[in-house]
C-alpha cells in the first residue's frame, strides 16, 4: 500500500496571497527592481540564496529588468551590508542609488523545511516578497507566497519505506544544490500572482 500524499498548500491565483497592494500600483510599477538578499527566519542557510535567485527569475518573466545579483550585492557592500537580516535598517533612498534601481524587492524566507520522521514526510517553504519604490521609501505592494506537501505512512514497514525514500530524496536535491526546489518555485509563483506584469 503507498503512502497517501497529503494535500498540497499551493493556492496559486489565490486573492489571499495579496497582502497589500497600492491603489495606483498599476502605474507606479518601476521598470527595473533590485532583488535584495533575503531575511531568513529559516534554518536553512541555502534557502534564501535559492528563493531570492527564483523571485528574480519569476520577476524577469513579468517584464522587470534588474541589476544582476552581484552587482546588488556590491553595491549593498559600500553600505555596510553582508546580510538581508540588515536591510529593514537602511534608507531605501539610499539602498536604490547603491544598487541602481528604482524598486527594490525585499525577501523574507519565513520556512524551509525537509521533515523525514518515517511516518510523516514533509516539505515545506512559506516567503514573503515586498516591493518597495525606492525613492520614497514607500511599499508598492506584499505577498505570501505558502507550498507544502506531505506523505502520510501507515504501519511500520511503510513508514520504512517512507523514510528511506525521503532519505534518497533529499540527499539527491542537496547533490544537486535545488533543496526544495518545487516547493520554492512554487512559493515564489503564488506569491507574485498578484503583482501586475510590466509586459501587458
Do not use: H
Not at 507606479?28 to 527592481?33: D, E, I, K, N
Not at 535567485?53 to 559600500?78: I, M, S, W, Y
Not at 505592494?141 to 528511506?164: C, Y
Amino acid at each position: 500500500m503507498t503512502a497517501p500524499v497529503l494535500a498540497a498548500g499551493l493556492a496559486a491565483c489565490s486573492p489571499r496571497a495579496v497582502r497589500y497592494a497600492a491603489p495606483d500600483l498599476a502605474v507606479r510599477l518601476p521598470a527595473s527592481v533590485a532583488v535584495l538578499p533575503f531575511d531568513n527566519e529559516s534554518v536553512s542557510l541555502k534557502g534564501p540564496q535559492l528563493v531570492r535567485k527564483l523571485a528574480g527569475e519569476a520577476l524577469a518573466a513579468r517584464g522587470f529588468a534588474q541589476p544582476e545579483a552581484e552587482a546588488v550585492d556590491a553595491g549593498l557592500g559600500r553600505l555596510g551590508v553582508t546580510d538581508g537580516g540588515q536591510m529593514r535598517a537602511l534608507d531605501p533612498k539610499k539602498v536604490g542609488e547603491a544598487v541602481g534601481a528604482p524598486g527594490l524587492l525585499f525577501g523574507t524566507l519565513e520556512e524551509f523545511t525537509y521533515q523525514n520522521v518515517g511516518f510523516i514526510r514533509r516539505r515545506a517553504v512559506r516567503v514573503t516578497l515586498k516591493l518597495v519604490e525606492a525613492a520614497t521609501g514607500e511599499r508598492l505592494w506584499e505577498a505570501v507566497g505558502d507550498e507544502s506537501q506531505g506523505r502520510l505512512a501507515f504501519g511500520r514497514k511503510e513508514a520504512g519505506r517512507n523514510f528511506v525514500d525521503g532519505v534518497v530524496e533529499q540527499a539527491v536535491e542537496t547533490a544537486l544544490g535545488v533543496p526544495l526546489m518545487l516547493e520554492s518555485r512554487a512559493a515564489v509563483e503564488e506569491a507574485l500572482d498578484g503583482l501586475p506584469r510590466r509586459n501587458e
